[in-house]
T-cell receptor
Framework: RKEVEQDPGPFNVPEGATVAFNCTYS??????FFWYRQDCRKEPKLLMS???SGNEDGRFTAQLNRASQYISLLIRDSKLSDSATYLC??????????????FGQGTTLQVKP | GAVVSQHPSWVICKSGTSVKIECRSL??????MFWYRQFPKQSLMLMAT?????????EQGVEKDKFLINHASLTLSTLTVTSAHPEDSSFYIC????????????FGPGTRLTVL
């Protein structure tokens, strides 16, 4: 089983739509989770950090279900600028509070006018 | 805050040459930096964890003698691709971990390496 699984999409939605991405992870010991967005040929940019059951920041809401080992990202009122690849990234803790980010292929969102 | 820079942003070199990529944390100190590689339409793959003042920890399958990592200060880590070959052409991205319990990592803008 892959460490991180996301529906690659692409998700094509009109402006103003609400869209949700799901992500499942295999390592039950993962304690922290991050959503990054990556634009084509650019570096990932941190969108949201999730340490407990969820987090909300403006139009973006993340929810974590540890029992089922999945995390979701909800985007409300989609903008054209939201078009990107969204990466669900669990943090695997190592010794000394260091941790490795495990990247999957992400979910591609295309917001149409 | 949490700005990470990388240099160069792109490089084209001949097969057999060595290429050095620098990663700097500009407004914070990073005891731990990470080096990733991303091929087209693929996910980021962690190559190694760079620890200030000690040897880097390489992921399985990554040749430590080919990808030399030096983390000489709290704000600078370098990756040297030695004797580069066309198959090493890729997007190399570093990240730096912000200290504390949050464990957030911020990425540099990446270096696009093309080996002819």
């Amino acid at each position: 089983r892959k460490e991180v699984e996301q529906d690659p999409g692409p998700f094509n939605v009109p402006e103003g739509a609400t869209v949700a991405f799901n992500c499942t992870y295999s390592n039950s010991a993962s304690q922290s989770f991050f959503w990054y967005r990556q634009d084509c040929r650019k570096e990932p940019k941190l969108l949201m950090s999730v340490y407990s059951s969820g987090n909300e920041d403006g139009r973006f809401t993340a929810q974590l279900n540890r029992a089922s080992q999945y995390i979701s990202l909800l985007i409300r009122d989609s903008k054209l600028s939201d078009s990107a690849t969204y990466l669900c990234v669990p943090l695997t803790h190592g010794s000394g509070n260091t941790g490795k980010l495990i990247f999957g292929q992400g979910t591609t969102l295309q917001v149409k006018p | 805050g949490a700005v990470v820079s990388q240099h160069p942003s792109w490089v084209i070199c001949k097969s057999g040459t060595s290429v050095k990529i620098e990663c700097r944390s500009l407004d914070f100190q990073a005891t731990t930096m990470f080096w990733y590689r991303q091929f087209p339409k693929q996910s980021l793959m962690l190559m190694a964890t760079s620890n200030e003042g000690s040897k880097a920890t390489y992921e399985q399958g990554v040749e430590k003698d080919k990808f030399l990592i030096n983390h000489a200060s709290l704000t600078l880590s370098t990756l040297t691709v030695t004797s580069a070959h066309p198959e090493d052409s890729s997007f190399y991205i570093c990240s730096a971990r912000v200290g504390g319990a949050k464990n957030e990592q911020f990425f540099g803008p990446g270096t696009r390496l093309t080996v002819l």
